[in-house]
């Protein structure tokens, strides 16, 4: 079992940036496929960006896809999230999720285990 906790988040202006950490612990991130997450106020948990948990892959919402860009650092088992030109309609709470799959999935239910999440809040 792995233990995920997101941090990094916090408030920012518009265009601005921010780069969210998942640190792993009880297992090695190196075996699980991992995928980032919101959820705005009143609103379902949407897929964000995801990697396998081998190669050079990446997939991303059509929303964030030229912004935000996932990826790994297996020695420090961690997985980042730079967040970049944004917007207000990027405010949410952000997760990160672990797989123990082959395969990636932009689907709430393909994933195992969940960080608590942190807050993003983008100001206009």
């Known amino acids: 079992q792995v233990q995920l906790v997101e941090s990094g988040g916090g408030l920012v202006q518009a265009g601005g940036s921010l780069r969210l950490s998942c640190a792993a612990s009880?297992?090695?991130?190196?075996?699980?496929?991992m995928g980032w997450f919101r959820q705005a106020p009143g609103k379902e948990r949407e897929f964000v960006a995801a990697?396998?948990?081998?190669?050079?892959?990446?997939f991303y919402a059509d929303s964030v896809k030229g912004r935000f860009t996932i990826s790994r650092d297996n020695a420090k088992n961690t997985v980042y999230l730079q967040m970049n030109s944004l917007e207000p309609e990027d405010t949410a709470v952000y997760y990160c999720?672990?797989?123990?799959?082959?395969?990636?999935?932009?689907?709430?239910?393909?994933?195992?285990?969940w960080g608590q999440g942190t807050q993003v809040t983008v100001s206009s």
């Open positions: 990697m396998p948990r081998t190669g050079g892959q990446t």
């Open positions: 999720a672990a797989a123990n799959t082959l395969w990636v999935s932009m689907q709430r239910h393909g994933y195992d285990y």
């Open positions: 009880g297992r090695t991130l190196s075996t699980y496929a």
